[in-house]
């Protein structure tokens, strides 16, 4: 019973770790959620200062949310990461097309292509309301 034990033991702690690591993960990605609203909101508005100060606050977040699930790419591919990286997608496009600046790349970016063309259709899609 002892050999079990452990296994059961190293099994827990490796949901736990999971379930640590999906919270912080959900926590990151609303507020990466929140800081590109901010910013698009900001370039709406002509706040370049502000607006800058929300891109930049967006890219460390995903920056975070992305070094945070290195060891965990299921919950990297999950919805509600790739969701909120598609948010850092919209604001960083809206923004430059907003200021006629270059588009920035999926890799400068660092997204995988399909949240970034994700991110390009929710573009498109508010510039045809």
Do not use: W
């Amino acid at each position: 019973m002892n050999k079990l034990e452990k296994i059961a033991e190293q099994i827990r702690k490796n949901f736990d770790s999971r379930t640590a690591a999906r919270d912080n993960a959900l926590s990151q990605a609303r507020q990466l959620t929140r800081a590109c609203s901010l910013a698009i909101r900001a370039v709406h508005r002509d706040e370049t200062d502000t607006m800058n100060t929300h891109l930049q606050e967006a890219r460390q977040l995903a920056d975070t949310l992305r070094d945070s699930l290195a060891s965990y790419p299921d919950l990297f591919y999950a919805g509600y990461t790739q969701d909120a990286l598609k948010e850092f997608v919209e604001a960083n496009v809206t923004c430059a097309l907003i200021r006629n600046e270059p588009l920035q790349t999926p890799e400068e970016l660092v997204v995988e292509p399909a949240t970034y063309l994700n991110g390009l259709a929710e573009v498109i899609g508010e510039l045809r309301r």
